[in-house]
C-alpha cells in the first residue's frame, strides 16, 4: 500500500509538466489508487490557481498604482519569469508614456507662453459667447481676467457682437468688422473672429483677436485737423502780411515811417504765425502718444519753479508777482518732464496773461486722497497731487467753461489775439492731462478771477 501511494505524493509535489504526464500514468491505473491520483492533481491543480491568481491580484494592485502615479512597493512577479516580463513590459510602457506627457506638457506650455506673448489682444470664445482664455494683452487692455464670462461684459459694440454671432452659429467661418470703445479713452480695433476646427477640450469654439488701430486713426484724424486748422488760423496773419507787403512795394515805398510801422506788424504777424504752428505741432505730438501713459518719474515742485523763473520777466512788465506755495511732502507723479513742464507754464502764462496789473498769481500744490472722478463727485481712492494756478483777472463767465479746452475756442478772441493766444494752449493742456491719467477742473467768478486745477496721479 505504501508503494502504491508514493506515486499520489509525488505528483502533490511535482511541477504542472509532471502532473500532466502523471495523469498520463494514473489513467492506466485502475480501482482506489486512480481516484486518489485524481483527487490529489485536482488539489496540486488548485494551490497552483490559487498562487497564479494571488500573483495576478498583485499585478493589478501594482498597475493601478502606476496610474496613480504611485511606486512606493516593489514590482511584483520577482520569482517568476512570465509575471516578471510583463511587469518589465508595464514598466517600459510606464516610461515611455511618462516621456509622451511630459513633451506634452512641454509643448502646452510653449503654446500657452506663445498665445500669452502675443502683442494683440486674443480671447477663446466657447459657443455660448463665454471666454474660454484670454492672453496677457487682453487682460491688460481690459483691466482683469475675462475668463468665465461673457465677453459682452467688456465688448458691447453691435458690429462686434453680429460678427461673433455669425461665427459660432457656424453661419461663417471668419468675419472681420472696425469697432470703437470710447472709455477710459478713445481707442479703434480691427477685430477678427474665426471659428476652430474640431472638439477643443477646453470647449473653445472661436478664436477673437483685436488689432489696436488707434495710433493710425490718430494719424489720419490729425493730419486732416492739421490742414484745416492751420489753413483757417494761417490765413488771417497772411493775408496781412501781403498787404503790408503790396503797401510797402507801392505807395509807401519811399515813406520811412509808413516802413517802420508795418515792419512792426508783419514782425508781429510773423511771431504769431511761427507761435501757432509750433503750438499746432506740439498739439498733434500730445495727441499722438495721448492713448500710451509716460513711465517716467517727475518731481512736480521743481517743475513748477522752473516755470515760474521762465515767466518772471512777462510777470515783472505787468506788476505781477507769482506766489508759489509748494508742499514739503509732495510726491512724484509719473510723467513726461518735457510735457508737464509745457502744462505748467501754459497755466503760468494765462494767468499772467489774464490777470491785473499789480495782482498776484498764486500757485499752490499739495497731495490730495484721491483723484476726483468729476466736478462734485467723492476722491476716487489713491494718492494724487493737487496743482492749482490762480489769478486775479476778469474771469471767465460760467457758459464758456465747458468749451474753453477746444481748440481755438476764445472768450474773446480780439483780447486773445492782442495778447498773443494761438487758442491751443487749454487744449494742449488738457490733452497732456488725459495723458498723464489725471483731471483738469476750472472754476471762474466774473470779476475775481479763475482757477484752473490739475490733478495727478502719485506715483
Known amino acids: 500500500m505504501t508503494g502504491r501511494l508514493v506515486p499520489l505524493a509525488l505528483l502533490l509535489s511535482a511541477p504542472a509538466g509532471m502532473v500532466l504526464a502523471g495523469l498520463v500514468v494514473l489513467g492506466r491505473l485502475g480501482g482506489g489508487i486512480a481516484f486518489a491520483g485524481w483527487a490529489a492533481v485536482a488539489v496540486a491543480m488548485g494551490l497552483m490557481a490559487r498562487s497564479h491568481l494571488a500573483k495576478l491580484d498583485a499585478l493589478a494592485r501594482w498597475i493601478r498604482s502606476l496610474s496613480l502615479n504611485d511606486e512606493s512597493g516593489p514590482p511584483p512577479g520577482r520569482d517568476d519569469a512570465a509575471l516578471a516580463e510583463t511587469v518589465a513590459a508595464f514598466g517600459s510602457l510606464k516610461r515611455e508614456w511618462r516621456q509622451r506627457s511630459a513633451e506634452l506638457a512641454e509643448s502646452a506650455r510653449r503654446n500657452e507662453s506663445l498665445l500669452d506673448n502675443l502683442p494683440d489682444p486674443l480671447l477663446l470664445l466657447d459657443g455660448s459667447r463665454r471666454v474660454v482664455r484670454a492672453n496677457q494683452a487682453a487682460t491688460r487692455l481690459f483691466?482683469?481676467?475675462?475668463?468665465?464670462r461673457d465677453m459682452v461684459a467688456v465688448?458691447?459694440?453691435?458690429?462686434?457682437?453680429?460678427?461673433?454671432?455669425?461665427?459660432?452659429?457656424?453661419?461663417?467661418?471668419m468675419r472681420e468688422c472696425e469697432f470703437s470703445q470710447l472709455a477710459p479713452l478713445e481707442r479703434v480695433f480691427q477685430a477678427r473672429i474665426e471659428r476652430l476646427d474640431g472638439h477643443p477640450a477646453d470647449g473653445g469654439t472661436a478664436i477673437l483677436t483685436l488689432h489696436d488701430l488707434t495710433s493710425i486713426k490718430r494719424m489720419e484724424r490729425m493730419r486732416a485737423d492739421f490742414v484745416a486748422n492751420a489753413s483757417h488760423e494761417l490765413r488771417t496773419p497772411l493775408a496781412a502780411l501781403s498787404g503790408f507787403i503790396e503797401t510797402l512795394q507801392g505807395p509807401a515805398r519811399d515813406d520811412a515811417e509808413a516802413r517802420e510801422s508795418f515792419l512792426a506788424i508783419m514782425a508781429e504777424q510773423a511771431g504769431r504765425m511761427s507761435r501757432l504752428v509750433a503750438d499746432l505741432l506740439s498739439l498733434s505730438r500730445i495727441e499722438l502718444n495721448e492713448h500710451t501713459p509716460p513711465g517716467e518719474r517727475v518731481d512736480p515742485g521743481h517743475l513748477l519753479n522752473s516755470?515760474?523763473?521762465a515767466l518772471a520777466p512777462l510777470a515783472a512788465a505787468k506788476a505781477i508777482r507769482i506766489d508759489l506755495d509748494i508742499a514739503p511732502d509732495l510726491a512724484a507723479v509719473p510723467g513726461q518732464p518735457d510735457e508737464l513742464a509745457q502744462l505748467f507754464q501754459n497755466l503760468l502764462d494765462n494767468a499772467v496773461k489774464y490777470g491785473r496789473d499789480g495782482t498776484a498769481v498764486e500757485v499752490?500744490?499739495?497731495m490730495a486722497d484721491g483723484l476726483p472722478a468729476a466736478a462734485g463727485v467723492p476722491l476716487r481712492a489713491g494718492g494724487a497731487v493737487r496743482i492749482s494756478v490762480r489769478d486775479h483777472g476778469e474771469g471767465i463767465a460760467r457758459e464758456h467753461l465747458p468749451r474753453l479746452t477746444e481748440r481755438f475756442y476764445r472768450v474773446d478772441t480780439a483780447r486773445s489775439r492782442k495778447l498773443g493766444g494761438t487758442g491751443l494752449g487749454l487744449a494742449i493742456v488738457k490733452h497732456i492731462v488725459n495723458r498723464h491719467r489725471g483731471l483738469l477742473v476750472i472754476d471762474s467768478v466774473v470779476g475775481e478771477g479763475s482757477t484752473f486745477t490739475v490733478y495727478l496721479p502719485a506715483a
Open 307 to 309: 516755470a515760474a523763473q
Open 155 to 173: 465688448l458691447r459694440d453691435p458690429h462686434l457682437l453680429d460678427a461673433t454671432e455669425a461665427v459660432l452659429s457656424g453661419r461663417e467661418v
Open 364 to 366: 499752490a500744490a499739495a
Open 143 to 148: 483691466g482683469r481676467d475675462l475668463s468665465g
